[in-house]
């Protein structure tokens, strides 16, 4: 609609820039990149000074991702309106998004000369800081940019034109020691270190960043046998505690301070001698005893903190001190459980908090028997009593946020999140899914009371994708309101940050820019991003190429190229946060490095193949299929030669190592990959030799039909054996996705999973026909003419041609079975309208109505996979129609 308006508006005035460059924007976004960027040049090259233009053609470049030509249009603007204060701080702005550091110094002078405000004179003084960060050579950065930049603000200073408080060095609460407290660390100036640590103690002891600092310091000092000198100062932050028994006397007598306080105590004192005696025992030094036995310890802090949220995450850490038999642990559980006020047993056998206060103490109980591994220890009985205990107390603490806005938590929310843990226990142990599926409900229950608890949200995604049901994710991830670098820890898409270092230079806030800048290197080079946009150019071919575009037009527009990777393998950066799931799991069963590194290997594993999957189909495409010199011909079948020979190699290696993926983590860990499944399925074997295939095609090319009768043999088997591996494939997809057990729903997402790849394959497979067809054509054409002229009667036509025909044929007939399979699926599907579930009838009516909804969720989702995936293939199917030679 949009190109038509603009259009509308050409025909009466053809050179309204800005209709030019609206009709451009309309192009760009429905995949005509080549016409919108023709028709945006045509009005770039026209230097217009109209700011509709400006601005529309700011907008289209960005969306091309070029916005080195945004700078050339401003640049144009500025010769043209040299006192335009706009055009001049556009300008400014167009060079900070390419990072040209020194034009952006002139710029912002250029700028201050027209209008003397200092914004502008300081945007050039922070370019050459920039310079000085970015500067290849240290000596340049060192004598010249920033002793420029200082000569600058300096005189600024002397002129009294300081003004605004970004042109200060404010001054932060403890900005000098903090400062020097780092860079005493980084110089190994433990003496100092130590003395400055515990001054800052004393004027504020609950300050915890400063107790590792002076505990470290401390045994960095017994570690080199360092003493005092014998007159004098210790060093020049005055005294230092260079003994075990000076530190231990010092935290004691801070906790005395806090003990003798009418008001509330707080809480660093406290948990700096539970860090000692960790510190001390690590050592093996006896004088740990001196501090008291840890278990008395962790319960007199319950007993001052245990109504605070955070006693838990505070304890948490110092559990590995108490003694690691059953006993010892049940006996601190139950002497913490003394110091929970709870009222009168109840019709249900459980006795409940009457305030908020009992509710966090009684909660804090029950981490920590989680963290513990008490609950883990119970057998399946032992934890379906568990859930009952745990969901009574959860409905009872609903009482307490009536009132509650939306946006706000209940109190009780925890109960509901760790009953779902002991659900997954279960469905983990027990394989029955009708825990998954009762797992579900409770978190669908917690979201109708707590819209906004987003370790519901994430719970659910990391159990609806376990089920391969992406439906629900869409929302829920939304509905996380996830901002900007969270898509990029917590998954999804990429942020761009050139934004927020415009926003920067804009409000002054000149500390922050290099820090933005450091932040978009780290997301350029984040593996996340490059997972995305390769998993995203994979879907945009898969569905479009050879459908909207031919797959040669597809990859041009998405400017692909097969020589090139420009994935920084070496720089390579891992921004997931893997710890952004709430977890009371007990050490044994935590996330460990080893996972992470694993996890890491195998996620560059399955981008390596991916990124290679897709240039070699951009290779595919680039061989062209006009018969061409016998040189460039061998050149291309070596360049796509040996990707294909990479793939392979990486492939075979993958085979072995990796087959067993998919069981590495703990449940709440990282999500595996489709490595395994892609593996086990055949998929990755099969996209391989059709892409070797393509090789001996070019072979075949260069050489002719007459002399090739042993590789015509070579490629006929290569084509039977392709239908062979679909059929693999596609037999592995046989099997109901959902079916019911003994009255139990039970999914088999892995044969979703297995279909999808069934269908890429396909898709890959086709390409490589079409590619055939190409090469054959011609040849066909050329052998029937020279029988012409002969007047050879022959009329059996090559091996290679057959083999193609028996091809197609089979192509057919497998897009066919698919086809079948997947109408018998829906019809499945649909018939189990999950109402029947006599597993449900044993619930309370709303658990039964929470826990359908999820089964709707799950039903809805396989459905609505099941038909984009049909419509995929039925359109493919009409490409089959098109392979005749």
């Not at 028709?39 to 026209?46: D, G, N």
């Not at 020097?180 to 400055?196: D, G, I, S, T, V």
């Amino acid at each position: 609609m949009a190109i038509q308006q603009a259009d509308k508006l050409l025909k009466k005035h053809k050179d309204l820039h800005c209709a030019k460059v609206l009709k451009a924007i309309g192009l760009q976004r429905t995949g005509k990149q080549d016409e919108a960027f023709t028709l945006a040049q045509e009005v770039a090259t026209l230097e217009p000074t109209d700011d509709n233009s400006l601005q529309a053609l700011t907008i289209l470049y960005r969306e091309m991702h070029r916005p080195e030509l945004v700078t050339k249009l401003y640049e144009a603007a500025v010769k043209k309106v040299p006192l335009s204060e706009e055009y001049h701080s556009h300008l400014f702005m167009a060079y900070a998004r390419v990072g040209e550091y020194k034009k952006m110094q002139q710029a912002g002078m250029a700028l201050y000369k027209i209008v003397p405000k200092n914004p502008y004179y300081f945007w050039s003084v922070m370019s050459l800081v920039m310079q000085a960060i970015s500067a290849q050579d240290e000596r340049l950065a060192q004598t010249m940019f920033l002793p420029l930049a200082e000569r600058m603000v300096e005189k600024m200073v002397k002129e009294e034109k300081i003004e605004a408080e970004a042109e200060k060095l404010t001054s932060e609460l403890q900005s000098r020691e903090n400062k020097c407290m780092m860079l005493y660390q980084r110089l190994q100036r433990w003496p100092e270190c130590n003395a400055l640590a515990h001054k800052l103690l004393l004027k504020n002891p609950d300050d915890w960043q400063f107790y590792p600092s002076y505990f470290d310091s401390l045994f960095h000092l017994i570690d080199q046998s360092w003493s005092p000198p014998e007159e004098g100062d210790h060093c020049s932050e005055g005294s230092v505690h260079h003994t075990v028994a000076e530190v231990v006397r010092f935290v004691e007598d801070r906790i005395k301070g806090e003990d003798g306080k009418d008001s509330r105590s707080l809480r660093g004192p406290y948990l700096a001698r539970l860090e000692l005696i960790h510190r001390l025992r690590e050592r093996g030094c006896p004088e740990e005893k001196l501090l008291g036995e840890p278990l008395e310890l962790m319960v007199q802090f319950f007993a001052k903190f245990g109504d605070k949220p955070c006693c838990i995450t505070d304890l948490k850490i110092y559990l590995h001190l108490l003694t690691p038999f059953l006993s010892s642990t049940l006996q601190f559980t139950n002497r913490l459980s003394e110091a929970v006020p709870l009222g009168e047993l109840g019709e249900e056998g459980f006795a409940f908090p009457e305030d908020t206060k009992a509710l966090q103490r009684h909660l804090c109980v029950c981490q920590l028997s989680r963290a513990l591994g008490l609950h883990h220890s119970l057998d399946a009985d032992g934890k379906l009593r568990l859930i009952a205990e745990l969901k009574a107390h959860y409905r009872h603490g609903l009482k307490f946020g009536k009132n509650a806005l939306k946006t706000e938590l209940q109190f009780s929310d925890m109960y509901c999140l760790m009953v779902a843990h002991v659900y997954v226990d279960l469905w983990t142990e027990t394989g029955d899914e009708n825990m998954v599926w009762q797992g579900l409900g409770v978190l669908q229950e917690g979201l109708s009371h707590s819209p906004s608890n987003a370790q519901f949200k994430l719970l659910l995604l990391l159990l609806y994708c376990h089920l391969g049901a992406f439906e629900p994710v869409v929302d829920l991830y939304s509905s996380l309101d996830a901002k900007h670098v969270q898509h990029d820890t917590i998954g999804f898409t990429r942020s761009y940050t050139s934004e927020y270092i415009i926003q920067a230079y804009k409000y002054g806030a000149f500390e922050k820019i290099p820090e933005f800048i450091a932040l978009r290197n780290r997301l350029n080079q984040s593996l996340h991003f490059a997972q995305v946009r390769t998993e995203r150019m994979l879907l945009d071919l898969f569905l479009e190429a050879d459908i909207v575009l031919s797959l040669e037009e597809s990859v041009k527009a998405m400017s692909l190229s097969a020589e090139e990777d420009d994935i920084p393998w070496d720089n390579m950066r891992d921004n997931r946060d893997l710890t952004v799931f709430t977890s009371w799991d007990p050490k044994d069963r935590e996330l460990t490095d080893e996972h992470r590194r694993r996890s890491l290997d195998e996620e560059a594993v399955w981008l390596r193949i991916r990124s290679l999957t897709l240039r070699l189909l951009a290779s595919l495409a680039g061989l062209g299929h006009t018969p061409s010199q016998q040189n460039s011909v061998m050149a291309n079948e070596n360049g796509i030669g040996d990707k294909t020979s990479i793939l392979s190699s990486l492939l075979s290696q993958l085979n072995q190592t990796l087959q067993t993926a998919a069981q590495i983590y703990p449940f709440l860990g990282p999500p595996s990959t489709r490595l395994a499944p892609a593996l086990s399925s055949g998929s990755c074997q099969c996209q391989a030799a059709a892409l070797q295939l393509s090789v001996h095609l070019q072979e075949l090319e260069t050489v002719g039909l007459d002399e090739s009768s042993e590789l015509q043999t070579q490629i006929c088997n290569g084509f039977k054996s392709l239908v062979v591996q679909l059929q693999d494939i596609l037999n592995k997809c046989k099997g109901d996705l959902l079916e019911m057990k003994e009255g139990k729903l039970k999914t088999w997402p892995y044969l979703l999973e297995t279909l999808i790849f069934f269908v890429e394959t396909v898709c890959i497979v086709l390409w490589m026909a079409s590619h055939c067809a190409k090469i054959l054509r011609p040849l066909k054409t050329s052998l029937q003419k020279k029988k012409k002229k002969k007047k050879d009667t022959n009329t059996a036509l090559p091996a290679v041609v057959c083999g193609f025909q028996e091809l197609t044929g089979g192509l057919q007939d497998l897009l066919t079975q698919a086809l079948d399979h997947i109408k018998g699926q829906e019809t499945g599907v649909t018939a189990l309208k999950l109402a029947s579930l006599n597993s449900l009838f044993a619930l309370f009516q709303d658990e039964a109505s929470f826990m359908k909804s999820a089964m709707d969720k799950v039903q809805s989702s396989y459905l609505r996979s099941l038909q984009e995936v049909g419509d995929l293939l039925k359109k493919r199917a009409e490409t089959i129609k098109n392979l005749k030679i």
